[in-house]
């Protein structure tokens, strides 16, 4: 059974920094792209960062320079490193791909 986990997430001042994880089962992460999506309240779903299967990586622009997609191999799991959070920042935030689907979700809100 193919499965996607995620957790990381929380409350977090602005300027603060949180570390998402997607667990992954069923699947090795390093075969497939992979990708970080956010959906805020009232809003669509969208792509926010992505890693390919050779490891290049794509940033949506308002998070570039500020959030990192990383695979550790080791441990079968994807993360998003997020410095420099913005209130705009806050949303559910999932991991993703055409093979396994979605994950739960896991909130992230960034306030003072």
């Known amino acids: 059974q193919v499965q996607l986990v995620e957790s990381g997430g929380g409350l977090v001042q602005p300027g603060g920094s949180l570390r998402l994880s997607c667990a992954a089962s069923?699947?090795?992460?390093?075969?497939?792209?992979m990708d970080w999506y956010r959906q805020a309240p009232g809003k669509e779903r969208d792509m926010v960062a992505r890693i390919a299967n050779n490891g290049r990586t794509f940033y949506e622009d308002s998070v570039k320079g500020r959030f990192t997609i990383s695979i550790d191999n080791a441990k079968n799991t994807m993360y998003l490193q997020m410095n420099s959070l913005k209130p705009e920042d806050t949303a559910v935030y999932y991991c993703h791909s055409p093979i396994a689907g979605w994950g739960q979700g896991t909130q992230v809100t960034v306030s003072s």
């Open positions: 069923g699947i090795i992460l390093r075969d497939y792209t």
